[in-house]
């Protein structure tokens, strides 16, 4: 068994389980970031550790990649990954892809130096590079499928419901 026919099995398995029993669908995933001096953060999610920091231009200590590149390779690898498991499901055989991401921004809006200027994106852009010997039909297929069920693309290009709440464990000032 090939590792496409592999991960179609599992995709099948586990879209068939979560079909019977929605519960098992439903999860709640949990992130915890610790700031630390020179605006660099550790992140913690499970046994995962990253080191997330802004450059020397914005004030940091340059100690990692910031949050913009990994929102960015958030949005870029949930899309190849969703292409790749879309192309097992479908059974369209892929030899390449990549998916780069480009996104347009103010700094002012970050800054608060104008109101006018949001602090996020204005635009994103993604273009998709694929070698495949599948029809372009077949490939777009794939895209358009993977698309519409990318959750990530879905919360670039969807407004979400976004709730802080605020913790004072010494009890406050």
């Known amino acids: 068994m090939d590792d496409q026919d592999r991960l179609r099995e599992i995709l099948e398995r586990n879209a068939k389980a979560v079909t019977l029993r929605p519960s098992l669908a439903q999860h709640t995933g949990r992130t ?6 020179g605006l660099e953060c550790e992140v913690e999610d499970g046994a995962w550790r990253l080191t997330v920091g802004m450059g020397e231009k914005s004030g940091g200590n340059n100690a990692g990649p910031g949050p913009g590149t990994l929102g960015r ?11 790749g498991m879309w192309a097992a499901r479908l059974g369209v055989p892929l030899h390449s892809l990549e998916v780069e991401v480009a996104a347009d921004y103010d700094s002012r809006g970050e800054l608060g ?8 994106y204005t635009q994103v852009r993604y273009t998709v590079t694929v070698d ?3 029809s372009r039909e077949d490939v777009l297929r794939v895209l358009d499928t993977a698309d519409k069920y990318s959750p990530y693309r879905d919360i670039f290009a969807d407004s979400n419901d976004v709730q802080r709440t605020v913790r004072f464990p010494g009890g406050g000032a």
């Open 32 to 37: 915890v970031v610790r700031l630390r001096p």
């Open 113 to 120: 130096v104008s109101d006018d200027v949001r602090p996020g």
């Open 73 to 83: 390779g958030a949005l870029g690898s949930c899309l190849a990954i969703g292409y």
């Open 132 to 134: 495949s010997p599948a």
